[in-house]
């Protein structure tokens, strides 16, 4: 079952700011067939502009503990894109699931590259060997970043995307 767009919301407003700019920017480069292009090129320069003065420390975001100030936001945003909250919400939830294959994902092929070989058979030649410390600490990442990556293969599948 999706994410409601308040679970949605909850979830990335937890996330750090360098995640929460990108899947901003991510989100503006999809929406753009339902917005005047001039009005919606001038929209996305304008949030590169900001996002690039937060990354580079010249501004620092402000808190959005004010639930009056986020709503009007909110409704300013929706309003300007010309889409619905649940659309938004709908491709924000595809957006950190595809972020959460993506990190899992490098993370594997990571380890592949390291041990040049996949986790299975890494798995079968540890368990029979003597592991050192960081073979075991390796053999226990990489194990939860291919559980984890076939997970979010199999939301993404089962949302089909």
């Given at each position: 079952?999706?994410?409601?767009?308040?679970?949605?919301?909850?979830?990335?407003?937890?996330?750090?700011d360098?995640?929460?700019?990108?899947?901003?920017?991510?989100?503006?480069?999809?929406?753009?067939e339902?917005?005047?292009?001039?009005?919606?090129?001038?929209?996305?320069?304008?949030?590169?502009?900001?996002?690039?003065?937060?990354?580079?420390?010249?501004?620092?975001?402000?808190?959005?503990?004010?639930?009056?100030?986020?709503?009007?936001?909110?409704?300013?945003?929706?309003?300007?894109?010309?889409?619905?909250?649940?659309?938004?919400?709908?491709?924000?939830?595809i957006?950190?699931?595809?972020?959460?294959?993506?990190?899992?994902?490098?993370?594997?092929?990571?380890?592949?590259?390291?041990?040049?070989?996949?986790?299975?058979?890494?798995?079968?030649?540890?368990?029979?060997?003597?592991?050192?410390?960081?073979?075991?600490?390796?053999?226990?990442?990489?194990?939860?970043?291919?559980?984890?990556?076939?997970?979010?293969?199999?939301?993404?599948?089962?949302?089909?995307?």
């Open positions: 079952m999706p994410l409601t767009e308040s679970q949605l919301y909850d979830e990335a407003i937890l996330l750090p360098s995640s929460k700019i990108f899947l901003v920017e991510k989100l503006l480069e999809n929406i753009g339902n917005i005047d292009h001039d009005v919606g090129a001038l929209q996305i320069r304008e949030a590169k502009r900001r996002s690039d003065e937060i990354r580079s420390g010249q501004v620092l975001p402000v808190s959005g503990e004010d639930d009056n100030m986020i709503r009007e936001i909110h409704k300013q945003i929706f309003s300007s894109l010309l889409i619905s909250r649940e659309v938004f919400m709908d491709e924000m939830a957006l950190l699931a595809k972020q959460q294959l993506s990190d899992y994902s490098m993370e594997t092929d990571y380890f592949e590259k390291k041990y040049g070989m996949n986790f299975q058979e890494f798995d079968r030649r540890f368990r029979s060997q003597e592991a050192s410390y960081e073979r075991e600490n390796d053999w226990m990442d990489w194990k939860f970043a291919v559980e984890s990556r076939n997970h979010w293969q199999n939301i993404l599948k089962q949302a089909g995307v």
